[in-house]
């Protein structure tokens, strides 16, 4: 009985005990219930921070997740040796030149983790993958694109394999264009599209299998949103709407986007109170979930809200940048929301609790958004920004008044600033790595280079939340594949059901994230046909799969089951 002298952990058994027995009472989902208001709710904490590794000797300026639950980690490489290392006897190593010295490199700077054994594997990259973009295809390849010096029309690809033979592949086909801070979305057909880079006014797609597919186009709204020397127009926002256009945003504009006629369809409103939000300004976006259950019309097209957070004042980076003595501008705190399937979209502004620049924003299974890393003060760039910031935000999507919508969470201890990156994982972790401030590897300057992996739980994680997790047991489709339109069905096991709460089927593309732009995430929440309860604890839930290739993408989700805001563990399904 030594586990009572410790408070908390009476008060987390109790609890468990209580809602079991209680849940042994509760009648069938499809049973009409009382008010059950009286049944216990986690408490919301304010997360947990794990520090998985300390040094992986690279730092992480891109992560992709593919469908193996493996990530593909990767920095630059032409700024002299990593602090990896290859295996005995498979070293490989290159010969380039950095501020005119040759250089002999034989160190990784890519790594492949696999989640589930935390453990590493040094991957091969050969061109110059600097501030470069990616994509996940409806096979399940990472198609990576552009970069810096040698890799600035590169393609390359990587395809997930379950043993140590998946390397990178450079492709012998070349982008039409120059293609450093550009952007990547999966196109309906499958396709990739490459939009924008420094000086690149223009977009492009891969494959390149056809004449319209091999051509380069001009995107004038690229030039007009370009300021003079700082440019705040890089990594354009791209979010794929479902009636098959584009929205894209740069510098403080937005445009619907017809990428098959090279046409504008409708500029939205400017973005208020001079605020840039595009590199290296940079703030962040997300296409905020698509709820199949909420569809406007007949269309069977849902409601459409972009959320974009964060970014530094006109002038700020050549402020930091060209001075003498570095002035940092202090960052905004300011959030622009619209809807675009409104007849007369506009932006509503909302405020975070802090300034930030450089925020990663990241959609959750739950619909919250989560906004982490950054700094208060600066822009993105070479030690252009100071006064990192620690505590992460949640952004609660779904809460009907704005100022209840932030809420502030448990700190990190390591500054992630330029250069960091992090993604979802199926488990619900958010994994976080990277930044570099600097030009090289550098341990002793003021924001160091950090090498170290961590992991933030969210409040969602926390073990008061357990007995509400949801745990999928199998997926009832024909090679987990979902097809559009079609009904498939999800058993999983719930210790507590609470009735009184909606249980969701979200589906979540995996994103590419670098430089806070999470490229081609997206949440789905299906439409649920039925809920049955097969014994005490054992559920089948029925979802429609998506209504089309516009609202989702054929390819590789995560399928969560969410009840009472809190998700299981996913599973991989294709979507086709």
Same mark, same amino acid.
Request: hydrophobic share 40%; net charge neutral; proline share 8%.
């Given at each position: ?256 986007? #017809?990428?098959? @006629?090279?046409? &504008?369809?409708?500029?939205?409103? /400017?973005?208020? *109170?001079?605020?840039?939000? $595009?590199? =290296? ?39 930091? #940048?060209?001075? @003498?003595?570095? &002035?940092?501008?202090?960052?905004? /705190?300011?959030? *622009?929301?619209?809807?675009? $399937?409104? =007849? ?233």
């Amino acid at each position: 009985m030594a586990i009572f002298k410790n408070p908390a952990a009476f008060s987390t058994v109790f609890y468990y005990v209580y809602a079991t027995l209680f849940s042994l009472f509760l009648a069938s989902p499809d049973a009409n219930f009382n008010d059950m208001s009286s049944l216990p709710v986690a408490p919301y904490d304010g997360g947990q921070w794990i520090l998985l590794h300390k040094n992986i000797g690279v730092s992480a300026m891109h992560m992709q997740l593919l469908k193996n639950n493996k990530v593909v980690l990767f920095d630059r490489t032409d700024m002299g040796p990593s602090n990896a290392t290859y295996p005995d006897g498979a070293v490989q190593c290159r010969d380039y030149s950095v501020k005119n010295r040759t250089v002999t490199d034989c160190t990784p700077h890519s790594l492949l983790y696999d989640v589930a054994s935390d453990t590493f594997r040094p991957l091969v990259v050969n061109s110059d993958t600097w501030c470069s973009s990616g994509a996940v295809d409806p096979s399940g390849n990472l198609v990576q694109t552009g970069g810096y010096g040698t890799g600035i029309q590169t393609i390359r690809t990587f395809s997930p394999c379950d043993d140590d033979t998946c390397q990178w592949d450079e492709l012998e086909t070349k982008l039409l264009a120059h293609r450093w801070y550009a952007t990547n979305q999966i196109l309906p057909d499958g396709r990739v599209i490459v939009v924008g880079g420094r000086r690149a006014f223009s977009y492009e797609f891969y494959p390149k299998a056809d004449d319209m597919s091999s051509r380069l186009y001009y995107m004038r709204f690229l030039w007009e949103t370009a300021d003079p020397y700082e440019e705040n127009n890089l990594y354009p926002f791209l979010h794929l709407l479902p009636d098959g256009n584009l929205f894209v945003f740069a510098n403080n504009r937005s445009v619907l986007f #017809n990428y098959t @006629r090279n046409a &504008v369809v409708k500029e939205f409103p /400017a973005m208020r *109170g001079g605020v840039k939000r $595009s590199y =290296p300004a940079t703030g962040s976006s997300v296409l905020l979930p698509l709820k199949m259950d909420a569809v406007l019309d007949g269309s069977g097209r849902p409601e459409v809200e972009v959320l974009i957070c964060g970014g530094s004042y006109g002038g700020a980076y050549n402020k930091s #940048n060209l001075n @003498r003595v570095k &002035v940092y501008v202090g960052a905004s /705190a300011s959030c *622009g929301r619209i809807r675009l $399937s409104d =007849p007369d979209p506009k932006w509503a502004m909302e405020e975070m609790p802090r300034p930030r620049v450089m925020g990663d924003m990241l959609l959750l299974p739950n619909g919250d958004v989560i906004i982490l890393n950054g700094a208060a003060k600066g822009t993105a760039g070479w030690e252009d920004a100071i006064n990192p910031v620690l505590h992460p935000v949640m952004y609660k999507t779904y809460e009907p008044d704005p100022r209840r919508r932030f809420v502030t969470l448990n700190p990190t201890t390591i500054p992630r600033m330029y250069h960091s990156s992090c993604l979802l994982l199926p488990d619900g972790r958010i994994l976080v790595g990277g930044s570099n401030p600097h030009e090289m590897y550098n341990f002793r300057r003021a924001f160091p280079t950090e090498l170290s992996l961590e992991a933030y739980l969210p409040p969602y994680l926390s073990s008061t939340a357990a007995p509400l997790r949801p745990t999928i047991i199998s997926i009832e489709a024909r090679e987990n594949i979902v097809s559009y339109g079609q009904e498939f069905s999800v058993n999983f096991g719930l210790s507590v059901y609470r009735p009184d709460v909606a249980i969701s089927v979200a589906l979540v593309a995996p994103s590419f994230t670098t430089h806070s732009l999470a490229m081609n995430q997206r949440v789905v929440v299906l439409e649920v046909a039925s809920l049955k309860r097969l014994s005490v604890f054992d559920y089948k839930i029925t979802a429609r799969g998506p209504p089309s290739a516009t609202v989702a993408p054929p390819g590789y989700y995560m399928v969560f089951i969410v009840h009472a805001g809190i998700p299981g563990q996913a599973l991989w399904v294709k979507v086709q």
